[in-house]
C-alpha cells in the first residue's frame, strides 16, 4: 500500500494537458483560462463622473460663486464644450468630462435657475472623476492563465471588451461501472441487485468540475466483459472504473484491463475510504480503478480525480486542494496506518468557529450520511487520539474556489 500523497503525485504527473477552444463569454464561465486574458479597452474608456452634477472648473467653486451652464453631456453622449473660467456643463453619473473641467460638482451642492448655477459648497480638484484606466488599461492582462473563469471574471472579461476566451477543453471521462449486481436508476432490481449509483454521482462531481464525464454501459463479472467496455477509449482522457478493484474472485478489473495492456502504476493505498484505489495507462489513456463502495468512489473522486482534472486543465493548484480547519466537536480515538476521511456535519459555535462533527456510523457503503454531510474530517495515518475542541483539517463538500 502507498501512501495517498505518494499516489496523488503519481496521477498527477505526466497527465496531458487538454486541447484549447475558444467559447463565447457566457460558455466560458466555470472554464479555465488557457492563456492571459488582455483587455482590447481601458476601463473607465475615458475620464467619467461619479455622480449626477456640473463639470466645473474646482478653482471656481466658492461658496456663492455663480456658473454659466453651456451645455449637457448625457452618458452616451460627450459635449463638445469646452469648460471655461466661470462656466459649467451638466452632466450625470458616467458622462464623459468635457475638456477644461477638472471636477464634478454634485447637484445637492448648487442651485439653479435657468442656465445659471450658484454655488452651496466649493469642490476640490479631482472630486468625481474616474479617471481613464484606473480599473485596467487597454492590453493590460487582466485574467491570467490557468484561472477557473468566475461570474466576476466573466463581468471584467465583457468590460475588457473581450467577447471570446480560450479556455481549455473540458476533459472527457468515460465511467465504467463493472459487477453483475449493478442495475440502471429506474430498472427493475433483481433479487441480489443494486443500484450503480456511484457512477451518477461520480459523474455529477465531474460535471460540477468542469469536465465531461460519460457513463459507459454496465460491465459484468467477466474479464471479457470488461475488457470489451474497455475498448474504443480512442476519444477519452480518462476511463474511471468503479468496483472491482479489491481482492476477491470477482474482483476482474486489474487483471482484464491487463489483457488489454493495461501497464498498472500502483495499486492499493493506505487510505480509508478508498484502498483498493488502482492507476495506470492503457495506451495513453489514464485510467484509475475506483473502489465499487459508493463513498470509496466518491472521496477518491475528490482526493485523487479533481485534482488530476485540474492538472489536466492547466488549473493553476490552490496548493491545499481545498483544505480547511475547524475545530472537532467530539473526541476522536487514535488513527490506524489509513489516512482517513470521516464523513462529518459542519456547525459554527456562538464565536462563529467551524466545528466538525463525524458522523457515528462510517460505513463506506452508506450514502445518505455523505449526501446530507458537509465535510471530510482528515486523519493523518497514525494520527494520535484528539480532544473535543483541538484543530482538525476538513474538506468542505462543493468546495469552489469563486
Ligand atoms: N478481503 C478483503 N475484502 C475487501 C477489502 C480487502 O482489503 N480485503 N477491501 C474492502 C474495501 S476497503 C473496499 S472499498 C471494497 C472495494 O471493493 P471493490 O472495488 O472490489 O468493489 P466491489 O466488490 O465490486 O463492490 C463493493 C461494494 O460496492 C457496491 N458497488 C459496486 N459498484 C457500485 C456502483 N457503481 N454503485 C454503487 N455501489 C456499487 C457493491 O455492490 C459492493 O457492495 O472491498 C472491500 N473488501
Ligand atoms: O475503501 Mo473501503 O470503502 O475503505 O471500505
Not at 463639470?55 to 469646452?82: K, Q
Not at 452632466?91 to 454655488?119: H, K, M, W, Y
Not at 482538525?392 to 463538500?397: G, H, K, L
Amino acid at each position: 500500500m502507498i501512501d495517498p500523497s505518494e499516489a496523488l503525485t503519481r496521477i498527477v504527473s505526466g497527465l496531458p494537458l487538454s486541447g484549447t477552444e475558444t467559447v463565447s463569454l457566457m460558455e466560458a464561465a466555470g472554464r479555465i483560462t488557457a492563456a492571459p486574458v488582455l483587455a482590447r479597452l481601458s476601463n473607465p474608456p475615458a475620464d467619467v463622473s461619479a455622480m449626477d452634477g456640473y463639470a466645473v472648473r474646482a478653482a471656481d467653486t466658492t461658496a456663492g460663486a455663480e456658473l454659466r451652464i453651456t451645455g449637457e453631456a448625457p452618458a452616451g453622449h460627450p459635449s463638445a464644450e469646452t469648460v471655461t473660467a466661470g462656466s459649467c456643463v451638466r452632466i450625470f453619473t458616467g458622462s464623459v468630462i468635457p475638456d477644461g473641467a477638472d471636477a464634478v460638482l454634485i447637484q445637492e451642492n448648487t442651485t439653479r435657475d435657468g442656465d445659471r448655477l450658484t454655488v452651496t459648497q466649493p469642490v476640490t480638484s479631482g472630486r468625481f472623476i474616474r479617471a481613464r484606466g484606473q480599473d485596467f488599461t487597454c492590453g493590460q492582462p487582466v485574467i491570467p492563465a490557468g484561472k477557473r473563469l468566475s461570474a466576476r471574471d466573466i463581468g471584467l472579461a465583457a468590460a475588457a471588451n473581450c467577447p471570446w476566451i480560450t479556455v481549455r477543453r473540458r476533459p472527457r471521462v468515460a465511467i465504467l461501472s463493472t459487477g453483475d449486481e449493478i442495475c440502471l436508476p429506474g430498472d427493475s432490481v433483481p433479487p441480489g441487485s443494486i443500484i450503480g449509483s456511484a457512477a451518477f454521482m461520480l459523474g455529477a462531481l465531474l460535471k460540477e468540475a468542469g469536465a465531461d464525464p460519460v457513463i459507459l454501459p454496465v460491465a459484468k463479472d467477466t474479464a471479457g466483459d470488461i475488457r470489451q467496455a474497455a475498448t474504443g477509449l480512442a476519444t477519452t482522457d480518462m476511463l474511471l472504473t468503479i468496483g472491482g478493484a479489491s481482492v476477491g474472485d470477482y474482483d476482474l478489473v486489474k487483471a482484464a484491463l491487463g489483457e488489454a495492456g493495461l501497464v498498472t502504476d500502483f495499486w492499493k493505498i493506505a487510505m480509508r475510504p478508498g484502498k483498493p484505489l488502482m492507476f495506470g495507462h492503457l495506451g495513453d489513456t489514464p485510467v484509475i480503478g475506483l473502489p465499487g463502495n459508493p463513498v470509496a468512489a466518491f472521496v477518491c473522486g475528490i482526493v485523487f480525480v479533481l485534482p488530476a482534472l485540474r492538472g489536466m486543465s492547466g488549473e493553476t493548484p490552490s496548493g491545499d486542494n481545498g483544505r480547511e480547519k475547524a475545530r472537532l466537536a467530539c473526541d476522536l480515538p487514535a488513527n490506524d496506518l489509513r489516512f482517513d476521511h470521516l464523513r462529518a456535519a459542519l456547525t459554527r459555535d456562538e464565536n462563529g468557529i467551524l466545528l466538525a462533527t463525524p458522523f457515528p456510523k462510517q460505513d463506506s457503503g452508506m450514502i445518505s450520511p455523505l449526501a446530507t454531510g458537509d465535510a471530510l474530517i482528515l486523519r493523518d495515518a497514525h494520527a494520535p487520539a484528539a480532544k473535543a475542541g483541538e484543530i482538525c483539517d476538513i474538506i468542505r463538500f462543493g468546495h469552489r474556489d469563486d
